[in-house]
């Protein structure tokens, strides 16, 4: 496959939806082919499980069940859009995909890493990530700006403690990937955005 396959991921409230956006706008602004893709999600197959994934009425949805799903969808989203795009030699620019797995389902709610790191494999199966940016800012500050951890209730407390166990996971695998790059996001948008831009410019992802 000769073209170059870049996640995207961070905390929730690091305001990665923006930054992802930003990038697309000035892409099409400059001409530059890239194909836009999010996980979960990103097929029609892998977006209706991503509705049963986040749907909030799926309270009782057991923890490997959520792992399942994940993978599902994202081996349906690798072999529709992501193989194709980078056989044919474009740019893909992936808004979460194998880390957050791992993060999340992992690091978060405590599911057994190996385990995690084999489905991947076999979700992603010929498809290689060259480079993973990795908007970082502390647990802390993500999870208030998402309006959270004021009231300091018990599930509060029990929310900001599951968003530490993701951000430290992030940056465990931040340490072990060589792919990933850690990007400074808590400064404003715009300056988050030339950092990512001028990461992926001086690197020769984009001319
Ligand atoms: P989304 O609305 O796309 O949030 P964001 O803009 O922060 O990406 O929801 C995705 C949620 O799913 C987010 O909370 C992270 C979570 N997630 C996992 O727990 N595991 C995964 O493998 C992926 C891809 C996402």
Known sequence: MNGKFVTIEGCDGVGKSTQVRLLKERFEREGIDAVFTREPGGTPIAEKIRGIILDAGNSEMDGLTELFLYEASRRQHTLEIIEPALQSGRLVVCDRYIDSTLAYQGYGRGLDTDMIRKLNEWAMGDAKIDLTL????????????????????????????????????????????ERVVKIDASGDKYSTHEKLYGYLKDNGYIR
């Open 134 to 177: 990795f908007l970082n800012v502390s647990s802390q500050e993500g999870f208030s700006r998402k309006g959270g951890a004021n009231g300091g209730d018990r599930l509060e407390k029990e929310k900001s403690d599951f968003y530490e166990r993701i951000y430290d996971g992030f940056l465990t695998i931040a340490e072990r990937e």
